[in-house]
């Protein structure tokens, strides 16, 4: 099938990598404008899907606009009978949706309704969900509320973090994609609607989400920093150091120490108390300024008892 493909981030290479080895013609790749990077912002990065495009021999397309016409009449030049979109970080006109003939999909890294939005993985992890998966749907006006082709679902690691989970999805994601096109290519794509009062919203994330609150309990404090990794992360203070958690474990201990009091923290490693009378036992971390170090390193500048 003759495909226009949008994405941008890593997750979306991975889509865009499998319908190219399944033998689709890719006519061209939508990403986001490349984007300023460095302390003097004066070198543009080039976006995941923009050099593997490239590198394939794929025409690529970085408009700054969607509605004003012209990115309509690219992908009209271009003649796609599909536009497939996965983490593009766009929403697409109706002029655009209605264009190709088999219709517009997108790969998704939720079970929607569920986590409809930027950041579903994180927010399935923060949640403190134990499964999720990844949804193909038909696009529609509403954001994520298109009618579902395909899911496929998947446990959630006790210890899986968003960066490890996401390399996970956006394999699943590839996969699943090829078999929707299969679908369409056959005429036998379902349109199961969704039930729209189970939608659930994963807003994206911000540094507000950061600081580590030790009334809440253990669990919620771990999948914290598991959700938050790589980015914004998860942070707490500790002898006035404003510090990145970057690995942390449940130790199932019990305790009746204050919410933040300091449990342990010597050689063998830092333990704080949580809100539920658990503990959590701070891994890594990252103090401000500095690299990532285990919690006895920092411990050794920084006695906490």
Same mark, same amino acid.
């Given at each position: ?13 991975a889509?865009? @990598? ?6 689709? =013609? ?8 490349d984007?300023?990077?460095?302390? $003097? ?6 976006? !995941?899907v923009?050099? &593997? ?13 969607? @509605?004003?016409? *012209? ?13 497939v979109?996965? /983490? ?8 655009? %949706? ?13 079970? %929607?309704?569920? &986590? ?7 927010? /399935?992890?923060?949640?403190?969900? @134990?499964? +999720? ?7 529609? $006006? ?10 496929? #679902? ?6 899986? +973090?968003?960066?490890?989970? &996401?390399?996970?999805?956006?394999a ?14 056959r005429?036998?794509a379902? #349109? ?22 030790? =009334?809440?309990?253990?669990? *919620?404090?771990?999948?914290?920093? @598991?959700g ?5 992360c998860?942070?707490a ?13 449940? +130790?199932?201990?019990r ?10 923290a ?20 990252? !103090? ?8 006895p ?9």
């Open positions: 099938m003759r495909i226009l493909f949008m994405g941008t981030p890593p997750f979306a290479v889509t865009l @990598r499998a319908l190219r080895e399944a033998g689709h =013609t890719i006519c061209g790749a939508f990403s986001q404008p984007r300023p990077v460095g302390r $003097h912002q004066n070198k543009f990065q080039p976006t !995941p923009k050099e &593997y495009a490239a590198g394939e021999g794929i025409p690529v397309y970085q408009p700054e606009k969607l @509605r004003d016409g *012209a990115a309509l009449a690219q992908i009209q030049a271009l003649a796609p009978e599909l536009i979109v996965a /983490a593009y970080g766009r929403i697409l006109p109706d002029d655009i %949706l209605a264009l190709p003939p088999v219709g517009c999909i997108n790969v998704h890294s939720s079970l %929607l309704p569920k &986590y409809r939005g930027a950041a579903p993985i994180n927010w /399935a992890i923060l949640n403190g969900e @134990r499964e +999720t998966g990844v949804t193909i749907m038909h696009m529609a $006006h509403d954001l994520d509320a298109g009618d579902i082709i395909l899911q496929a #679902r998947t446990p959630i690691g006790p210890e899986e +973090t968003a960066a490890e989970l &996401y390399d996970r999805l956006a699943l994601g590839g996969e699943l994609a090829v078999q929707a096109v299969e679908r369409l290519a005429g036998d379902p #349109r199961i609607p969704q039930d729209h009062a189970q939608a659930t919203l994963a807003p994206m994330l911000t540094r507000e989400l950061s600081p580590m609150d030790f =009334t809440r309990p253990a669990q *919620a404090l771990h999948d914290q920093v @598991r938050l990794l790589p980015w914004p998860a942070t203070e500790l002898d006035g150091i404003r510090c990145k958690v970057l690995r942390a474990a449940l +130790t199932g201990e305790t009746s120490a204050a919410p933040g009091a300091v449990v342990q010597d050689k063998r490693g830092l333990k704080l108390a949580c809100g539920d009378g658990g503990v959590l036992e701070i891994l890594e971390l990252q !103090p401000d300024g500095k690299k990532p170090m285990p919690a390193a920092f411990l050794q500048g920084h006695p906490l008892v």
